[in-house]
């Protein structure tokens, strides 16, 4: 069972949009309607920032939205903002009751 | 307000086994649907799923670390325990536990995370 791919790094500039992609297969990603994804600031624990593929918990900014194709999942980010720069991780069931995450991807905000 | 908190040791030796207590509050684990699972960081490395115990007792385990793992739940002391055998210096890393929220397959609530090294 191997992680997620995600992109090592993006970057972009404040105002700007950025999409992070989360590639697995038919039997994680692509199975279920259950990718989540999570921010992580240095230092700090992860914050969930989408559930269930495009749901945002109470609290999280619309700028965040999440989508999913085929067995690639995504998070855009839109309006970027400094406080943006962080660590993302993607996460899904995986069958079998199992879950997996990402390889995780730094957003640098230029 | 749910809230949780890992403790054990900072540091183990090579071999040995690690005991990590999750220790919460605004929840009851006897609340059907209900889980918490252990997710580990190595330090400057991604995020790994460990383990996650149900409200019934139902547990699973990361299929590569399933032979090295146990998690237990203590309902009444509001608390989950995970041990991992035969620790090894890749093993280094923060421990989290965290909150799954029923009926959702995702963790919403955080420890603070602490930091287990394993080292002779």
Not at chain 1, 67 to 77: E, P, Q, R, V
Not at chain 2, 1 to 18: A, D
Not at chain 2, 43 to 61: C, F, R, T
Request: with cysteine.
């Amino acid at each position: 069972q191997s992680a997620l791919t995600q992109p090592r790094s993006v970057s972009g500039s404040p105002g700007q949009s950025v999409t992070i992609s989360c590639t697995g297969t038919n039997s994680d990603v692509g199975g279920y309607h259950y990718v989540s994804w999570y921010q992580q600031h240095p230092g700090r624990a992860p914050k969930l920032l989408i559930y269930d593929v495009d749901k945002r918990p109470s609290g999280v900014p619309t700028r965040f939205s999440g989508s999913k194709s085929g067995n690639t999942a995504s998070l855009t980010i839109s309006g970027l903002q400094a406080d943006d720069e962080a660590d993302y991780y993607c996460f899904s069931y995986a069958g079998f009751y199992t879950l997996l995450f990402g390889g995780g991807t730094k957003l640098t905000v230029l | 307000q749910i809230t949780l908190k890992e403790s054990g040791p900072s540091l183990v030796k090579p071999t040995q086994t690690l005991t990590l207590t999750c220790t919460f509050s605004g929840f009851s684990l006897s609340t059907t649907g209900l889980g918490v699972g252990w997710i580990r960081q190595p330090p400057g490395k991604a995020l790994e799923w460990l383990a996650v115990i149900y409200w019934n007792g139902d547990n699973y385990y990361s299929p590569s670390l399933k032979s090295r793992l146990t998690i237990t739940k203590d309902t009444s002391k509001n608390q989950v325990v995970l041990t991992m055998t035969n620790m090894d210096s890749v093993d280094t890393a923060t421990y989290y536990c965290a909150h799954r929220p029923p009926p959702y397959l995702t963790f919403d609530s955080w420890g603070q995370g602490t930091l287990v090294t394993v080292s002779s």
